[in-house]
């Protein structure tokens, strides 16, 4: 008897740590803006993600590639969760800062893996434009193996005068 039960406590302690644990993963992600996919540009996930009961965090470091005229710019972003919800096991939706003005706060749903061990999918939105007039849904490239992209070094200009 005590043998079954030591063995439930540890079954249920161990399910705990799992969750208390930082979960990471990355993602290539899509952007549609007002409905139609963007060609010009791509992003990079960084996903934190600490869902312990007791405080739950996300951090996202996103790096934008954006391409025009023969170039590609990369911004990066730093969103942190303020709050954080569990729908339902396994699945979490998140609010987190956003970019540059007040509309832009950034909306996650997260989606673990069976084990809780890693991130299995996420998807966001957010406000976009000077007024919050367009939104902006980001979604994992299934599709793309990798994104060839051409780099412009800024400060070579600089050196050639």
Known sequence: MKRIALSVLVILFSTQIVFAELIKGSFL???????????????IWTIKANLSSTNPAIQIQAA???SHAGETRVFPWLHESTQVFQVSPGIYKAELNGRLNPFSDLEV????????????TISGSMRAGTRGQSVSVFK????????KIQLVNPSYSYSSK
């Open 109 to 120: 749903v997260l989606e673990l893996s069976p084990d809780g061990r890693k991130i299995q």
């Open 140 to 147: 994992p490239d299934l599709k793309t193996p990798n994104k």
């Open 29 to 43: 992600m899509t952007e549609f803006e007002d409905g139609k996919q963007t060609e010009d540009l791509f992003e």
């Open 64 to 66: 934008s590639f954006v």
